[in-house]
């Protein structure tokens, strides 16, 4: 069967856009995402996104998320990104806003400037079962883990998808390939996890590299991101907008604290189009 994809990315964070005439998706197994997500014997891509049509009069679109690795997975907030732009291109946002559908449920998005968007990523939780980890007893808001012979501290976020966050000195001498994958796979983390690195410039600008859970480090990662400032924050270490400096680029996060939303701002660009057949 011959499908027809678009390819897009953030910051290069980059991903296949399939649009599914049906609710359940598209029938494609795991392994048939992995071998699409392959980059020398396949298309390439961090995520595949699929647009399916919407389960509820108030949105234009139900979308789901599926890993280079086949898992689908809850959230993603570079990929929403990108779908806000694509339906921009297809005239679908002429008020300047949209509201799409997704497993971590509904989700806004603004767009000013052609190529930028921003979302409404809601606002973040920072418990243990958020985030499906077994604190072993730890009260939080900080934990630890030994891992590969050394104790790994880390604060931890839910935006819809599970983050894990290490302070660094310097991003660009972390552990991020060796460290990432240890704690992504440790079995404290159920559902696995995504693990930023994040190093603090001033209250206002932090560099941050992320080892996103089925994938491996990316150049960017907009939940990634998002968990970086919100946890930032939440201790008093960050102000209420901050940029974010990522290998692929900037993308820049502003909440105000507990009790309001949070919002993921970046570009989002369509790189090409093409078609596989299955």
């Known amino acids: 069967m011959r499908h027809e994809f678009i390819k ?63 898992q689908e997975v ?13 339906l921009r291109l297809r005239g679908k946002a002429r008020d300047g806003q949209l509201l799409l559908d997704s497993p971590a449920g509904h989700i806004k998005a603004r767009l000013g400037t052609p190529g930028i968007v921003s979302v409404d990523m809601g606002e973040p939780r920072f418990t243990p079962q958020a985030v499906a980890f077994e604190a072993a007893g730890q009260p939080g808001p900080h934990y630890s883990i030994d891992v590969q ?82 946890t930032g924050i939440r201790d008093g270490l960050l102000g209420r907008r901050v940029q974010v400096d990522l290998p692929g680029g900037t993308l820049f996060v502003s909440w105000e604290g507990p009790g309001s939303r949070l919002w993921l701002e970046g570009p989002a660009e369509v790189s090409f189009t093409g078609q596989f057949e299955l």
Do not use: K
Not at 23 to 47: M, N, Y
């Open 74 to 86: 809850e959230q993603c907030g570079n990929g929403v990104r990108c779908l806000a732009e694509l």
């Open 8 to 70: 897009m990315h953030g910051l290069g964070n980059d991903f296949i856009v399939l649009d599914s005439p049906a609710r359940d998706g598209l029938s494609l197994t795991r392994e048939q995402w992995r071998a699409l997500s392959d980059r020398h014997r396949g298309i390439g891509f961090d995520q595949a996104l699929v647009l399916e049509p919407p389960r509820d009069d108030q949105t234009l679109a139900f979308y789901r998320i599926y890993n280079a690795d086949g």
């Open 149 to 230: 012979g050394q104790a790994v501290q880390f604060a931890i976020a839910s935006m819809g998808n599970p983050h894990a966050v290490i302070e660094v000195p310097d991003t660009a001498t972390a552990q991020v390939s060796t460290l990432g994958a240890a704690l992504e796979s440790h079995p404290r983390f159920t559902r696995r996890v995504n693990v930023g690195f994040r190093q603090i410039i001033n209250d206002s600008h932090v560099r941050l590299r992320v080892f996103e859970r089925g994938v491996g480090e990316t150049q960017a990662c907009g939940t990634g991101a998002c968990a970086a400032v919100a």
